[in-house]
């Protein structure tokens, strides 16, 4: 798969890095292409829901996080992105060693971008695609990130 | 407001306790009404994306889990509830001393439940609504939770 | 119900009469208060279905234009309003006399407004919640209507 | 591209010819294939909203119509199909010589079923993409039509 430029890579994974919650999650970047972007979340009980499968919140999060960062590397350099509102399918139950998520940019414009949104969860050689969704995100003015 | 009855109330927290990921965020339940669900998130780095606001996916965590347990609320007994799908809009920059994700149902049938989501940030006697959501789910017979 | 201002009703109206497939329908507007419209549609055999309910298309068409004229009220004069995206759930078979979209603004921003969309079906003194959805609009400058 | 069966399509005709909506806008089906069927919607005044594009609600119909046929050529013959809910987002203005809406079966369980929707503006040899959705259908006992 084709890598996004360099400083565009750099900008993502500082930025990601920023995120409180996907570190919290243990949820890394794995892949930054242009309008692509890939985040594995691992199977641990800290991501559950009752009856042990990855929790739909954990595997939202790491899908918005995909979105977002695939629109950040088609964004101006000197702006920011926030999502104004997502949907999301969740087609099967979420179990295996990891999950997967994509998020692709499917249309940029000036102001909104959308992106597509696929979950996969990984068992060995398995892959399931156990979530699917679509998100708008809005290109803002750069604030600073702490 | 109206309290849901012991067993339900029972019922609901001991699921939640099995959430791994609504321990590990620090989230818990302030409500169990009949078809109403209030889940709070008390702020600290571990929930936040990259400008320090609670992240869309923590937020939409507690959301999905609110309407989960609401429409548990009024399943029966013997049956297990899943999330087939959700949307939701951010409406403003999640910062606070804590969220509160209220999950409430709107209609209720033998196959399908949809409930409403709201989330508030709450800092001192401020409350801003930050995100409203539709969730529609699936009521199936029970699995054991572990 | 609070009425909207003169001059932004006879906005509202004359931008509606330019939308050829409301006419087509047979929709009209029953009601324009400042955040909030109601269009109403009768029950005849061009709205169907194949079990003869109103078509989701015509309920989701009147709900989008509810939707899109409530935003519209509350924008800046020299503006028109797109639809960014929504969302919509049939919670009934809509059947009755006619169907009433009412269409609310929740949130309202610089660039983006989201709206709550309802539809109830009619039949007599009945009244039946159809369809609720959510939806996105964005505010552009004004592009001569035709 | 694939042919559905010819008793399906016979079916899914037999079925969509029933749709007084389809029939008022002036929509016809121009494919059905396993889990895929598009319908055409040419354009004129009938099906506008006040710039002269194709109204969202026109749009939202026959993607509508689209993905719930699509189901319709996976389900058991005895069944009738419902839409629970959909999610669409317009990516660009609706203009040209007339719209092609895809639906395409995603998942497909034993209640549920997941389509993706898309709409695109034909004129001429262009092809512009203007709407992308997500859709969710429910499978029931057959009902007559009528």
Redesign the interface.
Known sequence: MEEAAPEVQTKVRE??D????????GARISHIGPGRVHIVLPS?????????YF????T???A??AGGYAAFTVFRPDS?V???????????PAEGDHLEAVGTV??SGR??T?CNLDVYAIRGTDRT?VA???Q?L?QIKA????
Chains 1, 2, 3, 4 share one sequence.
């Open positions: 930025s990601f920023r995120q409180g919650l996907m570190h919290h999650l641990r009980p800290e991501v559950t829901q009752q009856h042990g929790h739909a919140g954990a939202s999060a790491i918005d996080s920011s926030l999502t104004v509102e997502y949907k999301i399918n969740l087609l099967a499917l249309k102001t909104l959308v695609h699917t969704g679509q708008t809005i604030r600073p990130e702490r």
